[in-house]
């Protein structure tokens, strides 16, 4: 690759890498299986930097990417395989909302995956409709549907849950 385009590349991924990694652990739940969706984009990204540099809309391009590296994670058999016949304790966090996320991440990994994604890419990183479509390849209608039936499902799982920092009273 051309210096000037690597240099463009490296500037690119180094303001959207934290984005990037939140938006693939909210797809996945898991942290190390982020990691690894976002090093699959970010080869892939590279290798076609030249024609993805001249997108009309490079972060839809790239987080088309990596939804289809999340989608085919969750293909792959061997990504249900759990290493070791224990799983390791973990320390607690001392944040207060531990309870509420642990919830809703345990309210999106129920969801199908194309719920899943739409509501992660709409509400989560904060794309919109027309943006959420074209990372998806799939149409506006088929969006609005998905995040319905999500955010449908993500309340009856819920019930009383985390708003705007207080909990909904019965």
């Not at 652990?25 to 690894?36: S, T």
């Not at 509400?123 to 027309?130: I, K, N, Q, T």
Request: glycine share 8%; aromatic share 6%; hydrophobic share 40%.
């Amino acid at each position: 690759m051309r210096p000037d385009l690597e240099r463009e590349y490296v500037e690119y991924v180094r303001g959207r890498l934290p984005r990037l990694y939140r938006t693939a652990y909210l797809l996945c739940g898991d942290a190390h299986q982020a990691d690894d969706i976002v090093q699959a984009t970010l080869t892939a990204l590279y290798t076609h930097w030249k024609r993805a540099s001249a997108a009309d809309n490079l972060d839809g391009y790239v987080h088309r990417i990596l939804v289809r590296r999340y989608l085919d994670e969750r293909r792959r058999r061997w990504s249900k395989v759990l290493l070791g016949d224990a799983v390791p304790d973990l320390p607690a966090q001392s944040d207060h909302g531990f309870e509420d996320r642990d919830a809703l991440m345990t309210a999106l990994r129920e969801l199908p995956k194309g719920q899943r994604a739409v509501i992660v890419l709409r509400f989560l990183s904060d794309l919109s409709v027309e943006a959420t479509a074209e990372a998806l390849g799939c149409s506006e209608g088929n969006v609005k549907s998905q995040c319905s039936r999500g955010l449908a499902a993500l309340r009856g799982a819920l019930g009383p849950v985390m708003i705007h920092g207080e909990r909904n009273r019965p």
